[in-house]
């Protein structure tokens, strides 16, 4: 009994310090004080491994997994600004403009700008007209101007996000603060769902439902999803729904579900190829029409030519110009400077994005048990592929990771989980330059827990087989 006892107040030690850490790391950690932040975060990660080790009960973690999540409501994310172009679009679509229309810079020039709207006789034929946006919302619009990332680009956010971003910015169009806690409240309740989610799914595949605290209790996942607000918590609800709701037979909702997705982030694509095999071609075939067009219902409001045109611009960007915390690019970088003298991203990044398709094309074709149990370990494997060969991973890319590791054996997630804070080194100054060598630090070790994982696996099945 006095054990039990012991073990229980320790773990409730273990918990008040992690929100003593997570709150510190809300309301007073700028990204900018990295020793500050590696610190909290290595605190809060080293009480996450105890509290997972000591098997925390089920009932306490989804308590402890809320209310962590809850110490941000008032927080503004302090370790990413993307939220400052959350309020940007959602203040443009609230006032009917497209946001896929027009650039930051020529908003702010000219802020006389046109909503489109789809004429009654077909989609491709839109009428445009001029309106003054509000004198209030040309004022905001000044005011976060000069804290914007990307003022230059495009909206890379698809409408899903467009979407909460509208609500949001609609109902305090002037209010920062308030409008951030309407996001951070639609992202609590994608949690919510997927905690939910996660719990159906581990039960029928006969798993212990305590494996849901490995993504609930996650750091990485409470600080960049709750914390600062980003859109992968909807990726995960609804790819997690999609999931469920194939396990369930029901091959259209979850279509749908997979649509809503990929309306957030069109990383979710990836999961189709590894459908193939599970479906058969023409049950395939059918699931993708659905997802197809919900995907296109979804962008139907925005639909323009300047929106292909525009998001075609936004990825071609994306894979020709942005870098940040990559692995194999990096490498294959340094031997093009070798080589030629000159970056040659413009040629590396479209070569390892097709590399990834080829990979994941090959890895769903080759799979040996293409069973609904086995599809968050291949969607893993894919994703994981993914992120090696990008030339951008964000701290919050890797969330899905996490929640997919749940269901599987490996754990490299949860330490890329840990690693990857490392990359923050890169905003102590203005210029973001990357410290190769904590970059090293970090793949290194991710890798190594990876071989090692699959070396053990590999040896498993062999001693069995003899």
Not at 7 to 30: D, M
Not at 193 to 215: C, E, K, M, N, P
Not at 293 to 302: D, G, I, R, S, Y
């Amino acid at each position: 009994m006095f054990n039990w006892s012991a073990t229980r107040f320790l773990q409730l030690l273990a918990l008040l310090l992690s929100a003593l850490a997570y709150g510190a790391l809300a309301y007073v950690t700028p990204r900018t004080q990295f020793g500050q932040l590696l610190g909290l975060l290595a605190v809060a990660f080293g009480l996450y491994i105890y509290l997972l080790k000591t098997r925390l009960p089920l009932r306490a973690g989804l308590l402890a997994a809320l209310l962590l999540r809850l110490l941000w409501l008032l927080a503004l994310p302090g370790l990413s600004d993307d939220y400052h172009r959350f309020r940007w679009d959602g203040l443009l679509v609230a006032q009917g403009v497209n946001p896929f229309q027009y650039r930051p810079d020529e908003v702010l020039a000219n802020p006389v700008k046109a909503r489109v709207t789809p004429s009654d006789s077909t989609i491709s034929q839109q009428s445009t007209f001029k309106q003054q946006l509000p004198a209030a919302v040309n004022q905001q619009l000044e005011i976060l101007y000069p804290k914007l990332n990307s003022p230059h680009y495009y909206s890379v956010y698809p409408p899903v996000c467009q979407a909460a971003f509208g609500l949001a910015s609609g109902i305090f169009p002037t209010n920062e603060r308030s409008a951030v806690l309407v996001l951070r409240l639609l992202v609590l309740l994608a949690e919510a769902g997927s905690a939910a989610l996660l719990l159906a799914l581990l039960r029928v595949f006969g798993q212990t439902l305590d494996r849901a605290l490995w993504y609930l209790l996650n750091p990485l996942v409470v600080v960049e999803l709750t914390g600062n607000l980003h859109f992968e918590a909807f990726v995960i609800c609804f790819t997690l729904l999609a999931l469920w709701l194939l396990v369930r037979g029901q091959r259209y909702w979850s279509a749908g579900a997979l649509g809503l997705a990929v309306g957030t982030k069109l990383l979710p694509l990836l999961m189709l190829p590894l459908l193939v095999r599970r479906l058969g071609w023409q049950q395939f075939a059918r699931y993708s029409a659905v997802t197809g067009l919900v995907v296109a219902l979804l962008f139907l409001p925005l639909f323009s030519l300047d929106l292909l045109r525009n998001i075609n611009s936004s990825l071609t960007l994306y894979f020709s110009k942005f870098e940040f915390n990559a692995s194999v690019y990096y490498v294959v970088r340094a031997i093009g400077y070798h080589l030629t003298g000159y970056n040659e991203i413009a040629i590396i990044g479209p070569a390892l994005a097709r590399t990834t398709a080829a990979l994941a094309l090959l890895l769903a074709w080759r799979e040996k048990a293409a069973i609904w149990a086995t599809l968050p370990r291949t969607l893993l494997f894919t994703l994981t592929i993914y992120y090696f060969l990008a030339i951008v991973v964000h701290p919050w890319y890797l969330a899905p990771l996490v929640a997919l590791s749940v269901f599987t054996t490996y754990r490299f997630a949860l330490v890329w989980s840990g690693m990857v804070v490392l990359s923050y080194a890169a905003y102590q100054t203005s210029a973001y330059l990357e410290n190769p060598w904590l970059l090293a630090l970090e793949y290194s070790t991710v890798v190594g827990v990876l071989v090692w994982e699959l070396a053990s696996k590999y040896q498993l099945e062999t001693k069995n087989k003899e």
